[in-house]
Each structure stands twice: as structure tokens, then as C-alpha cells.
T-cell receptor, first 113, second 109 residues
Framework: DGGITQSPKYLFRKEGQNVTLSCEQN?????MYWYRQDPGQGLRLIYYSQIVNDFQKGDIAEGYSVSREKKESFPLTVTSAQKNPTAFYLC????????????FGPGTRLTVT | GQNIDQPTEMTATEGAIVQINCTYQTSGFNGLFWYQQHAGEAPTFLSYNVLDGLEEKGRFSSFLSRSKGYSYLLLKELQMKDSASYLC??????????WGAGTKLIIKP
């Protein structure tokens, strides 16, 4: 079955530690995205990548970093510079043609204390 | 700035019909999406509108008026499993998705 996987579902870290969230897709999609979702707010774009070895900052990239070494993988690192890292993180991918529907992974809930 | 407005919460009765509205102001328009999101889960695609009019898909329909910057999602024959948040998103001139905060729909028996 084709889809997007994110692991783990729940992640706990101490303040000051970097943490990497994984995202893998086998849909053969070129574009991949990372969103953050906080209660009462819409999805906010952190980073996106339209092709391997290239990525762009979204609206809230500060304190995050990504890599896109393979088409299937788009890991997100939440660094210690991110002031409010506790959130629900969603990875998505899409085709490069209309309607550009985005398919989402199950998400990772990160709690930093 | 870019903005998408949806009601925060709505309540409806099982078996009834509910309409969830979405108004948008974006830099350009390349389509509007509706997604369903159950608590703690990923959003799943419901519908896509790029031309004015109504798109029907089973119990769900979505309407778009580009001149008014307005869309609605119509859910018929409501079932308890329809209790979820419904997210409206618009693809802007850069083909980036701008998301509304979502409407939490509560279904009562």
C-alpha cells in the first residue's frame, strides 16, 4: 500500500536537545512538506521541497532544519533554537500537477519539557 | 495579508444536514480544498473546487464562488463518525496552500 509514514507517533524530549522527526513516502511524489499544527490554528508551513536536494523555507522555518537527499525521505530536525517546539507535526506529499492534493502522514506529537 | 475564515465550532444532529462556510482573501487563487481531520489524526482529502459551482461526492458537497471569495461544505445525512474538524485551504498564486483554522463539528444523537 502506498502512503506516508511518520515515526514515532509520540516523542518526548528535554529542552535544549535537538530532535529529528522522520517522514517517508512511497507515493513517488516529488513535493514534500512539513507543517506544524497548534490548537485553534491552521496548519503552518515549516519547510517544503519540490525536488531532491532542494528545499524552501515556509512561514515558520526559524529553529527548524530539513534535508532531502532521497525522493522518499524528508526528515525534519527541531533544534534547541525553536522557542516553542511542543506541537503536532505533520508531513505531507503531493504530485506536481493539478489538483496538487496533499496526502498526509499520521503525524508526530512532540512534547518538550 | 492572506486570510481564511471558518466558524470555530458547529453542532448538528445525527441524520440532519450541516453547512460549513469558508471565506478567503488570498494573493491569487488556484483552487480550494476541504479536508477532514479527526482528533489526533492526519487530515484526509474531501474535495477540490477550482471553478464556480457545486461539486457533489456522496453525502458531501462543496460549493465555490470565486467572485465572493466564498465556499461551503455541505454534509448530508450526518453520522456520528462525521464528528471531526473540517479544514478549508486555498492554493495561492505561488501554489502554496493557505489553511484556515478549521471548524470543529460536533454531532449529537
Amino acid at each position: 500500500d502506498g502512503g506516508i509514514t511518520q515515526s514515532p507517533k509520540y516523542l518526548f524530549r528535554k529542552e535544549g536537545q535537538n530532535v529529528t522527526l522522520s517522514c517517508e513516502q512511497n507515493l513517488n511524489h516529488d513535493a514534500m512538506y512539513w507543517y506544524r499544527q497548534d490548537p485553534g490554528q491552521g496548519l503552518r508551513l515549516i519547510y517544503y521541497s519540490q525536488i531532491v536536494n532542494d528545499f524552501q523555507k515556509g512561514d515558520i522555518a526559524e529553529g527548524y532544519s530539513v534535508s532531502r537527499e532521497k525522493k522518499e525521505s524528508f526528515p525534519l530536525t527541531v533544534t534547541s533554537a525553536q522557542k516553542n517546539p511542543t506541537a503536532f507535526y505533520l508531513c505531507a506529499s503531493s504530485e506536481q500537477h493539478s489538483p496538487y492534493e496533499q496526502y498526509f502522514g499520521p503525524g508526530t506529537r512532540l512534547t518538550v519539557t | 495579508g492572506q486570510n481564511i475564515d471558518q466558524p470555530t465550532e458547529m453542532t448538528a444532529t445525527e441524520g440532519a444536514i450541516v453547512q460549513i462556510n469558508c471565506t478567503y482573501q488570498t494573493s491569487g487563487f488556484n483552487g480550494l480544498f476541504w479536508y477532514q481531520q479527526h482528533a489526533g489524526e492526519a487530515p484526509t482529502f474531501l474535495s477540490y473546487n477550482v471553478l464556480d459551482g457545486l461539486e457533489e461526492k456522496g453525502r458531501f458537497s462543496s460549493f465555490l464562488s470565486r467572485s465572493k471569495g466564498y465556499s461551503y461544505l455541505l454534509l448530508k445525512e450526518l453520522q456520528m463518525k462525521d464528528s471531526a474538524s473540517y479544514l478549508c485551504a486555498v492554493k495561492d498564486s505561488n501554489y502554496q496552500l493557505i489553511w484556515g483554522a478549521g471548524t470543529k463539528l460536533i454531532i449529537k444523537p
